[in-house]
């Protein structure tokens, strides 16, 4: 039986090293357990998801993202204080951490810590790596058929059916 590909409503395994436009190594799950997503859902940056399309496990591919295709453009004002106050005490804040923000709209939007200044905290709308071109190397480990549950969630659940630790 050969291997399933790469598509819709599959969940797929892999590691990855991602590089940005001087080489230099930003992220990489070597060392570390495979990432998986499920296929279609947006789990990943659309331009490296289209590239997985097809892929097998055991295929080895290189493809750079522009950054529409990854983690947008940059877009607002930029980073704005808050001070630590704001923050749970027993949080250790970093930068590059990704917090939830409640809007009056009622939808929590995405911010990341971009540094710290004073008392207070950079918050910035941007993802990190918004504007950057992204390099990566990718290794499939594996394709499976996605469960109902995994469908229906839009994410891949862990080996146990339930490792991913949110509310369902
Ligand atoms: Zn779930």
Same mark, same amino acid.
């Given at each position: 039986?050969?291997?399933?590909?790469?598509?819709?409503?599959?969940?797929?395994?892999?590691?990855?090293?991602?590089?940005?436009?001087?080489?230099?190594?930003?992220?990489?799950?070597?060392?570390?357990?495979?990432?998986?997503?499920?296929?279609?859902?947006?789990?990943?940056?659309?331009?490296?998801?289209?590239? @997985? %399309? /097809?892929?097998?496990?055991?295929?080895?591919?290189? #493809? *750079?993202?522009?950054?529409?295709?990854?983690?947008? !453009?940059?877009?607002?004002?930029?980073?704005?204080?808050?001070?630590?106050?704001?923050?749970?005490?027993?949080?250790?804040?970093?930068?590059?951490?990704?917090?939830?923000?409640?809007?009056?709209?009622?939808?929590?939007?995405?911010?990341?810590?971009?540094?710290?200044?004073?008392?207070?905290?950079?918050?910035?709308?941007?993802?990190? @790596? %918004? /504007?950057?071109?992204?390099?990566?190397?990718?290794? #499939? *480990?594996?394709?499976?058929?996605?469960?109902?549950? !995994?469908?229906?969630?839009?994410?891949?659940?862990?080996?146990?059916?339930?490792?991913?630790?949110?509310?369902?």
């Amino acid at each position: 039986m050969t291997g399933l590909s790469v598509a819709d409503g599959h969940v797929v395994s892999f590691h990855y090293t991602l590089r940005d436009d001087d080489g230099d190594v930003i992220d990489s799950s070597a060392g570390d357990e495979p990432m998986d997503y499920l296929h279609g859902h947006g789990g990943i940056v659309p331009g490296l998801e289209s590239a @997985m %399309a /097809g892929k097998q496990a055991g295929d080895k591919f290189k #493809v *750079t993202v522009a950054p529409k295709d990854g983690y947008g !453009e940059p877009v607002g004002p930029g980073p704005r204080p808050v001070p630590r106050d704001a923050f749970p005490d027993d949080v250790e804040l970093e930068e590059g951490m990704q917090f939830f923000m409640p809007t009056k709209s009622g939808d929590p939007v995405p911010v990341w810590v971009a540094g710290f200044q004073g008392k207070d905290v950079l918050l910035d709308t941007n993802h990190p @790596m %918004a /504007g950057e071109t992204l390099h990566f190397e990718v290794e #499939v *480990t594996g394709v499976r058929a996605a469960t109902a549950d !995994e469908i229906e969630h839009g994410h891949p659940h862990g080996p146990d059916g339930h490792g991913h630790g949110h509310d369902h």
